[in-house]
T-cell receptor, first 115, second 115 residues
Framework: AQSVTQLGSHVSVSEGALVLLRCNYS??????LFWYVQYPNQGLQLLLK??????LVKGINGFEAEFKKSETSFHLTKPSAHMSDAAEYFC?????????????FGPGTSLSVIP | EPEVTQTPSHQVTQMGQEVILRCVPI?????FYWYRQILGQKVEFLVS????????KSEIFDDQFSVERPDGSNFTLKIRSTKLEDSAMYFC?????????????FGPGTRLTVL
């Protein structure tokens, strides 16, 4: 079964600094991976997804993630943090064990941006 | 842009009462899901629904829970006799085609508070 871990439940960066949120996955088959963002008191919004087309995936709001099979990682980065990036970020993997493909979420990383 | 909607945004109920959470998935989507997020914890899969029947359910989804698509547009989650531990944010999601590569679109969530 697929699973996801996220290193660091809380990450704090200065405005303008690099954002790096870590995600590692476990899967016996090539995974489909996602990053979702949850702003305070809001739902889940898809940032980007990896579906094996390209290892470097670009998403919304300047975020990107790189799939590294050798490291079983899918870390999320953004070159320059903005105050509006403060949110909860969830890495997720699509459970391809069934054709109905539920999403399995990691525990989340809370990003704070310091002015 | 099409979106998943959920009502109500916040529901407060007494322990032992029945609640129905409502969702309107995106109109051409075929697969429907409920997830929940207990405060401060990760998002957990509850149930998936396809072709008017449950396709998969988690251990959380016990006999107190049921889902229904009563009229071809709404998708409901019923909790027959709520417990304190049912307090959580409940997210509905839907997606179109079959396959792990198609993303799930999430609604804004219903915050359920059981007193």
């Amino acid at each position: 079964a697929q699973s996801v871990t996220q290193l660091g439940s809380h990450v704090s960066v200065s405005e303008g600094a690099l954002v790096l949120l870590r995600c590692n996955y476990s899967s016996s088959v090539p995974p489909y991976l996602f990053w979702y963002v949850q702003y305070p008191n809001q739902g889940l919004q898809l940032l980007l997804k990896y579906t094996s087309a390209a290892t470097l995936v670009k998403g919304i709001n300047g975020f990107e993630a790189e799939f590294k099979k050798s490291e079983t990682s899918f870390h999320l980065t953004k070159p320059s943090a903005h105050m509006s990036d403060a949110a909860e970020y969830f890495c997720a993997v699509s459970d391809i064990g069934t054709s109905y493909d539920k999403v399995i979420f990691g525990p989340g990383t809370s990003l704070s941006v310091i002015p | 842009e099409p979106e998943v909607t959920q009502t109500p945004s916040h529901q407060v109920t007494q322990m032992g009462q029945e609640v129905i959470l409502r969702c309107v998935p995106i109109s051409n989507h075929l697969y429907f899901y409920w997830y929940r997020q207990i405060l401060g914890q990760k998002v957990e899969f509850l149930v998936s629904f396809y072709n008017n029947e449950i396709s998969e359910k988690s251990e959380i989804f016990d006999d107190q829970f049921s889902v229904e698509r009563p009229d071809g547009s709404n998708f409901t989650l019923k909790i027959r006799s709520t417990k304190l531990e049912d307090s959580a944010m409940y997210f509905c999601a839907s997606r179109d085609g079959q396959g792990a590569w198609s993303e799930q679109f999430f609604g804004p969530g219903t915050r359920l508070t059981v007193l």
